[in-house]
């Protein structure tokens, strides 16, 4: 992102909330039509979530790699198409829920028919195979271990994290897994063909949305999850203790809204190897990352200026403590790198002054949710000066309504005390049948460059439709899907008009 004085706005919408007969959004034809109509809305930006395959709970920001694509996202329709799989292998798909992703339902079926195009895929004969060999050189820094680190895990992980696996595999002992790779060669082999299907569908995919003058947005969670091929094949980088386990986990500290602060249990990374190592697993990274979309969004920013670190262990966040991070090193490595990268800096929550300093010295753009912005002060008066209100946002801002952490928009204002409700009317100047489309308008029509909106809120969903409750795990979080025939030609109209009238067409005036 950059100080120029363009306006864009964007939805915010992952992948797995597309429509699709086959119980998850993925790369077919729905996500083909969503940028058809995103263009008819005049929209330029589609945000998504963080790509990587999930594990447990879900989480696309709890990936088994920072690296990889989600395999449950490749289009099994495209497969057909190339002859890996036959009609009769999708005709008898279980009758999944529209409005819901049945995770464990879709991974029992899904995941053995793409393992039996991979097959069939293998099995064709090398001459086939050029471009395929050339994606796993390419990307060997990352595919290597990751198809190997998921192979293992199939064979011993039935829900035990990687240190509990035989000890020759947990501590990477080289002729162990070598030996391994030799007698399961078709299972490795398996996994880096579903990321060759991913990368193969994603870049088509991405190719068509830029035709239709639409960039990307994708996101970066600061930590990896503990149970990844990342941590798993790049253990030194990580705090761990004298027997290779990590020996502190992230989190926040104790605050207004909870007594015992937040365990979040990501393993930290030692910034002290990192550093030594001239960043480069966070350049490679990157670079990985880039490839994919156009622009990132890096989440908990703050982590690159101090972090909260809590001993493993421990049950709350309680008895932790922030260590400091030289983060103006790191992105000085990532300019060398990349030149001026276009980066949101996810930076809600508590910031100080050097967090600050550190956004705004590298020009990267913050961020602002409305629905923060209705607070009170001491006397329990409305507070107009808020940062999260429109009128007090500035130019370099990315604007949402609210996150996939947030309700959506209905769903929150549905949940307030009558009088917070009236502060929310006032404000607005509107009755409540009118508050989101007044909400939408104040958001598009403010200073900020960029304004997105959750498809939720497009759509104008309830509580029903919320993406996440955060610090909880169920089969609610990650679930939400759009129905076929969400998107219309008016809903497109209208937003359209927004983006006409706050001058958010992505262009110059």
Same mark, same amino acid.
């Given at each position: 992102?950059?100080?120029?004085?363009?306006?864009?706005?964007?939805?915010?919408?992952?992948?797995?909330?597309?429509?699709?007969?086959?119980?998850?959004?993925?790369?077919?034809?729905?996500?083909?039509?969503?940028?058809?109509?995103?263009?008819?809305?005049?929209?330029?930006?589609?945000?998504?979530?963080?790509?990587?395959?999930?594990?447990?709970?879900? &989480?696309?920001?709890?990936?088994?790699?920072?690296?990889?694509?989600?395999?449950?996202?490749?289009?099994?329709?495209?497969?057909?198409?190339?002859?890996?799989?036959?009609?009769?292998?999708? *005709?008898?798909?279980?009758?999944?829920?529209?409005?819901?992703?049945?995770?464990?339902?879709?991974?029992?079926?899904?995941?053995?028919?793409?393992?039996?195009?991979?097959?069939?895929?293998?099995?064709?004969?090398?001459?086939?195979?050029? /471009?395929?060999?050339?994606? /796993?050189?390419?990307?060997? #820094?990352?595919?290597?271990?990751?198809?190997? @680190?998921?192979?293992?895990?199939?064979?011993?992980?039935?829900?035990?994290?990687?240190?509990?696996?035989?000890?020759?595999?947990?501590?990477? *002992?080289?002729?162990?897994?070598?030996?391994?790779?030799?007698?399961?060669?078709?299972?490795?082999?398996?996994?880096?063909?579903?990321?060759?299907?991913?990368?193969?569908?994603?870049?088509?995919?991405?190719?068509?949305?830029?035709?239709?003058? =639409?960039?990307?947005?994708?996101?970066?969670?600061? @930590?990896?999850?503990? !149970? &990844?091929?990342?941590?798993?094949?790049?253990?030194?980088?990580?705090?761990?203790?004298?027997?290779?386990?990590?020996?502190?986990?992230?989190?926040?500290?104790?605050?207004? @809204?909870?007594?015992?602060?937040?365990?979040?249990?990501?393993?930290?990374?030692?910034?002290?190897?990192?550093?030594?190592?001239?960043?480069?697993?966070?350049?490679?990274?990157?670079?990985?990352? #880039?490839?994919?979309?156009?622009?990132?969004?890096?989440?908990?920013?703050?982590?690159?200026?101090?972090?909260?670190?809590?001993? &493993?262990?421990?049950?709350?966040? %309680?008895?932790?403590?922030?260590?400091?991070?030289?983060? !103006?090193?790191?992105?000085?490595? $990532?300019?060398?790198?990349?030149?001026?990268?276009?980066?949101?800096?996810?930076?809600?929550? =508590?910031?100080?002054?050097?967090?600050?300093?550190?956004?705004?010295?590298?020009?990267?753009?913050?961020?602002? =949710?409305? %629905?923060?912005?209705?607070?009170? !002060?001491?006397?329990?008066?409305?507070?107009?000066?808020?940062?999260?209100?429109?009128?007090?946002?500035? *130019?370099?801002?990315?604007?949402?309504?609210?996150?996939?952490?947030?309700?959506?928009?209905?769903?929150? @204002?549905?949940?307030?005390?009558?009088?917070?409700?009236?502060? $929310?009317?006032?404000?607005?100047?509107?009755?409540?049948? !009118?508050?989101?489309? /007044?909400?939408?308008?104040?958001?598009?029509?403010?200073?900020?460059?960029?304004?997105?909106?959750?498809?939720?809120?497009?759509?104008?969903?309830?509580?029903?439709?919320?993406?996440?409750?955060?610090?909880?795990?169920?089969?609610?979080?990650?679930?939400?899907?759009?129905?076929?025939?969400?998107?219309?030609?008016?809903?497109?109209?209208?937003?359209?008009?927004?983006?006409?009238?706050?001058?958010?067409?992505?262009?110059?005036?």
């Amino acid at each position: 992102m950059n100080s120029t004085n363009v306006r864009n706005a964007g939805i915010l919408l992952h992948i797995t909330s597309l429509p699709s007969a086959y119980g998850i959004g993925d790369l077919g034809t729905d996500a083909y039509a969503m940028a058809d109509w995103l263009a008819k809305a005049n929209i330029r930006l589609w945000q998504v979530l963080p790509l990587g395959p999930t594990g447990f709970g879900n &989480s696309p920001y709890a990936a088994r790699s920072t690296f990889a694509g989600n395999e449950l996202m490749i289009d099994p329709q495209q497969l057909l198409h190339q002859g890996l799989l036959k009609a009769c292998d999708l *005709e008898n798909h279980p009758e999944f829920p529209a409005e819901r992703v049945d995770f464990e339902a879709v991974q029992a079926w899904k995941l053995p028919l793409l393992k039996k195009a991979a097959a069939n895929f293998l099995n064709q004969g090398k001459n086939k195979h050029a /471009c395929f060999e050339t994606f /796993c050189i390419q990307h060997s #820094f990352w595919l290597d271990d990751y198809a190997l @680190f998921m192979a293992l895990m199939e064979r011993y992980g039935d829900g035990r994290w990687f240190s509990h696996w035989p000890k020759q595999y947990a501590k990477r *002992e080289e002729a162990q897994l070598k030996q391994f790779v030799a007698q399961n060669e078709q299972q490795v082999m398996q996994w880096k063909v579903l990321q060759y299907f991913f990368s193969q569908q994603w870049e088509a995919f991405k190719t068509y949305v830029h035709s239709k003058d =639409i960039q990307l947005v994708g996101d970066v969670p600061i @930590f990896v999850a503990a !149970d &990844s091929a990342d941590t798993w094949s790049n253990l030194h980088l990580f705090k761990t203790d004298e027997h290779g386990l990590f020996s502190a986990v992230s989190g926040v500290p104790p605050d207004f @809204f909870s007594a015992t602060g937040q365990l979040w249990g990501n393993p930290v990374y030692d910034w002290s190897v990192l550093e030594k190592e001239g960043y480069a697993w966070w350049l490679k990274r990157l670079e990985r990352l #880039f490839s994919l979309t156009d622009i990132l969004r890096i989440d908990h920013f703050r982590g690159f200026d101090a972090y909260y670190e809590i001993p &493993s262990g421990e049950k709350t966040a %309680q008895r932790g403590e922030w260590v400091n991070v030289d983060g !103006d090193a790191f992105f000085k490595a $990532v300019r060398k790198r990349f030149g001026s990268v276009p980066i949101i800096a996810e930076d809600l929550g =508590i910031m100080t002054d050097s967090v600050k300093q550190l956004r705004d010295g590298n020009d990267l753009p913050g961020m602002k =949710i409305f %629905q923060f912005g209705f607070t009170r !002060d001491k006397d329990g008066m409305p507070n107009y000066y808020d940062d999260f209100l429109p009128h007090n946002w500035g *130019e370099n801002f990315v604007v949402y309504t609210g996150t996939h952490d947030n309700n959506t928009t209905n769903g929150w @204002f549905a949940s307030l005390g009558r009088e917070d409700k009236d502060i $929310v009317l006032s404000y607005l100047g509107c009755d409540e049948h !009118d508050m989101l489309s /007044c909400m939408l308008r104040t958001l598009m029509l403010s200073h900020a460059r960029t304004a997105i909106i959750p498809m939720q809120d497009v759509l104008g969903k309830g509580e029903e439709a919320r993406m996440n409750y955060p610090s909880t795990c169920n089969d609610r979080n990650w679930s939400w899907r759009m129905l076929k025939d969400a998107c219309t030609d008016d809903s497109a109209f209208t937003l359209a008009h927004l983006v006409e009238i706050s001058a958010r067409t992505g262009k110059l005036g």
